[in-house]
Structures are given as C-alpha cells and as structure tokens.
C-alpha cells in the first residue's frame, strides 16, 4: 500500500539570497552582494515595503514579450558575480549573470531539494539530473560523492554548471548535451538505473537541434521511462513551473508507480516577514526495495 503526505517547501538556509518583498506582480531579491526587481506573476498580493525599499533596487526586469526582455540597470552592476549557499551538509557556489529571460542562473527555491538529495545518496551513488539547467542538484549530489550525470538539451547552460561545479572544488561529472527523454531511453535500453533522479522538465523546450518540446505531449512517457531507470530504493524528485497541480503529478505517478511512497506538494519561498512565495509543485517519489 502507498502512502502519501502534502507539503509546502522551502529553503532553510540560504545567506546569500533572501526576499525583500513581493507583490503586484514582482519580487524584490538581494542575490549575495545585488538587490534584483524581477516580474513574479504569482505575486498577486500587495507589497509590505514603499518605492524607497524597492528603488535600492541594483536592476530591474523589464519584460519585453512573454518570456524575454532587458535588465534595466539602477545602479553600477557586474557582468557577473558569486553567491555562496552553505547549509551542515553543503557547501555549494554559484556564478550568476542577468540573462534575457529574467533569470540569473538560480532557482534557489531548490536548496530544498539539493538538502534532499545531499541526505539521501551516499559516495558512489547514480544519480541523473534530467533539465538540468545550472547544475544545482548535480553539484549537490557530486558533494555528497555521488556519480552524476547531468542532462540538458542547452550547451551553454551545460558549459556555465561546470563553472558552478569548479567553484564548488568539485569534479567528475558527467556532461550530456542532448534531448533528456531521448537520453532516458537510451539508458532504458541499456537496463541502467540510478538511486537518485531528478527532472524539471519546461512547459516549452528546445532540443539540441532545436526543435520544439511540450510538456504535455511528453508527460507520460518521460514518466514512465523515468521509473524505469530507478533502483528499487531508489528516489525521483519531479519539479514542474508549468501549473500542473501537485495532486495531478501524484495521480500521474501513482499510476506508474502504484506501491511507492509519494509526498507532494507546493514548492514555495519565504519573504524576510515570512510570507509564502508558490514557485511551483514539487513530487518526491521513494520506490520499496
Ligand atoms: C526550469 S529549467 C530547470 C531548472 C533546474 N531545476 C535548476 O534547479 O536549476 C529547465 C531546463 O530544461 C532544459 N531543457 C529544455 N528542453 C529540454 C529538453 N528537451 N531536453 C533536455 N533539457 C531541456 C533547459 O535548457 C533548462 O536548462
């Protein structure tokens, strides 16, 4: 029999990141040493802070269509910068840059999953990180000693997690650059399995050769080759920012994996007053050995 728990998620111990505040449509962010006013369509509420807290702002996020724009700088800013993120089992550092599409290379709303992961592998564990983007999971994991490899159809965002893994003192990951079901089933056929896999696959993607990717034409199966590629103790950590709501991942799931243990739920941040930030649904998925 499964069993099953919701939750809501966040970061514990982030120094270099905080939330000022959000609200009409935004979020006031200090990411190490800059203070960032970024769109956050889910911040439907007003903010706590006045115009003088959030004009501290080193840039601000201008959107210019639905997914891109420009960063309007308010102040000196850099091309790039570190941030550090240290909790009992991590010790992880970051290179963040302002990009056209209103990210900076981070989603730290995941140190929550990096703690799992960090708790849950040991040396010479597998583990695949699928959408890879950064690398935040994989160096999580490669610090905890396991053997990781880290799938993303983009060269560039491969090339900046293995500056990300340098800074960290890491090495020895494994790099793929290619389509990440493409990737899965390739390992399918080969019978390989991990203890640990992670996926947060994009409403909208790109493969390396550019073509198109929809969550939802792919869902399924990527799901249900996931499975196949776990340990029988094994974990999945699935993470989607597409609005799929954490009850339907977990009826996605249970219907792959009948007799695992599921806890699903928002992931979410925290403001400095404590307020909740949804970011997105999070499922964790523990198979029975
Ligand atoms: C939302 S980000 C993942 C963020 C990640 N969870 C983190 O914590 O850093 C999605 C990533 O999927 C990648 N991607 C998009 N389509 C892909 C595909 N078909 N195969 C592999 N990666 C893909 C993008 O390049 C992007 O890096």
């Given at each position: 029999?499964?069993?099953?728990s919701?939750?809501r998620?966040?970061?514990?111990y982030?120094?270099d990141?905080t939330?000022?505040?959000?609200?009409?449509?935004?979020r006031?962010e200090?990411f190490?040493?800059?203070v960032l006013d970024?769109p956050?369509?889910?911040?439907?509420?007003?903010?706590?802070?006045?115009t003088?807290?959030?004009?501290e702002?080193h840039?601000?996020f201008?959107?210019?269509?639905?997914?891109?724009g420009n960063?309007?700088p308010?102040?000196?800013v850099?091309?790039?910068?570190?941030i550090n993120?240290?909790?009992?089992?991590l010790?992880?550092?970051?290179?963040?840059?302002?990009?056209r599409?209103?990210?900076?290379?981070i989603?730290?709303?995941?140190?929550?999953?990096w703690?799992?992961i960090a708790?849950?592998?040991?040396?010479?564990?597998?583990?695949?990180?699928l959408?890879?983007?950064?690398?935040g999971?994989s160096i999580a994991?490669r610090?905890?000693?396991?053997?990781?490899t880290?799938?993303d159809?983009?060269?560039?965002?491969v090339d900046?997690?293995?500056v990300n893994?340098?800074l960290?003192?890491l090495?020895g990951?494994?790099?793929v650059?290619?389509?990440a079901?493409?990737f899965?089933?390739?390992e399918?056929?080969?019978g390989?399995t991990?203890?640990g896999?992670?996926?947060d696959p994009?409403?909208?993607g790109?493969?390396?050769k550019?073509?198109?990717?929809?969550?939802?034409?792919?869902?399924?199966?990527?799901?249900?080759?996931?499975?196949?590629?776990?340990?029988?103790?094994g974990?999945?950590?699935?993470n989607?920012y597409?609005?799929?709501?954490p009850?339907?991942?977990?009826?996605v799931?249970e219907r792959?994996?009948?007799?695992?243990?599921?806890e699903s739920?928002?992931?979410?941040l925290?403001?400095?007053?404590g307020h909740?930030?949804?970011?997105?649904?999070?499922?964790?998925?523990?198979?029975?050995p």
């Amino acid at each position: 029999m499964s069993t099953r728990s919701y939750q809501r998620w966040s970061p514990e111990y982030w120094d270099d990141y905080t939330v000022i505040d959000s609200g009409d449509g935004a979020r006031l962010e200090r990411f190490g040493s800059l203070v960032l006013d970024r769109p956050d369509p889910a911040a439907v509420w007003s903010r706590r802070l006045g115009t003088d807290a959030w004009d501290e702002a080193h840039a601000r996020f201008e959107p210019t269509g639905r997914a891109k724009g420009n960063w309007v700088p308010l102040d000196t800013v850099p091309e790039g910068w570190n941030i550090n993120y240290r909790s009992p089992k991590l010790q992880l550092r970051f290179h963040l840059e302002m990009t056209r599409f209103k990210h900076v290379g981070i989603f730290p709303e995941q140190a929550t999953n990096w703690e799992y992961i960090a708790e849950h592998l040991k040396p010479g564990d597998k583990f695949l990180n699928l959408f890879a983007y950064t690398g935040g999971a994989s160096i999580a994991a490669r610090s905890v000693g396991a053997e990781v490899t880290h799938v993303d159809a983009i060269r560039q965002v491969v090339d900046w997690t293995r500056v990300n893994m340098e800074l960290s003192g890491l090495d020895g990951i494994r790099w793929v650059v290619e389509d990440a079901l493409k990737f899965a089933q390739r390992e399918q056929r080969r019978g390989n399995t991990y203890k640990g896999i992670v996926l947060d696959p994009p409403t909208w993607g790109l493969g390396p050769k550019g073509q198109k990717w929809r969550l939802e034409d792919n869902l399924l199966n990527l799901c249900a080759v996931v499975a196949d590629l776990l340990e029988p103790d094994g974990f999945i950590i699935m993470n989607t920012y597409s609005g799929i709501a954490p009850s339907a991942l977990e009826t996605v799931w249970e219907r792959i994996l009948p007799s695992a243990q599921f806890e699903s739920g928002e992931l979410c941040l925290r403001g400095e007053d404590g307020h909740w930030i949804p970011t997105g649904s999070l499922i964790r998925i523990t198979s029975r050995p």
